[in-house]
């Protein structure tokens, strides 16, 4: 018989969790070119085109939970995502790790 393997996952989100408090998180936002197309992507999502993207998602989320085609929690779940990608922004910059606006504006 083989060894007990349900300590695998929890020794994957330790090692996840040490390279992410470890690792520099200023590697990508030092005014390097990854950091300048990362955070051009990211105002695409936070810009005028995601939020046309949000509205058109919500408001077919809206429409399927009302005719019962989506339950309420998954169309919660997808309206708290959206919460976040809008929120990241402000989120990075109160975790203190990247602000775009101040690297390459």
Known sequence: MRGDL?????????ALL????IA???????????GHVLCTVAGWFTGNVGKGLAMVAVF???????LGKI????ATVVGAGIAVV???D???LQAGLINCKAIFN
Not at 6 to 14: E, G, K, T, Y
Not at 18 to 21: A, I
Not at 71 to 74: D, E, K, L, S
């Open 6 to 14: 349900s300590i695998i996952p929890l020794v994957f989100v330790v």
């Open 18 to 21: 040490c390279g992410v408090l």
């Open 24 to 34: 520099e998180p200023s590697f990508a936002a030092k005014g390097s070119a990854t």
């Open 60 to 66: 077919s989320l809206g429409v399927a939970a009302l």
């Open 71 to 74: 339950t309420w929690g998954a």
């Open 86 to 88: 809008f929120g990241g």
């Open 90 to 92: 402000a989120i990075l």
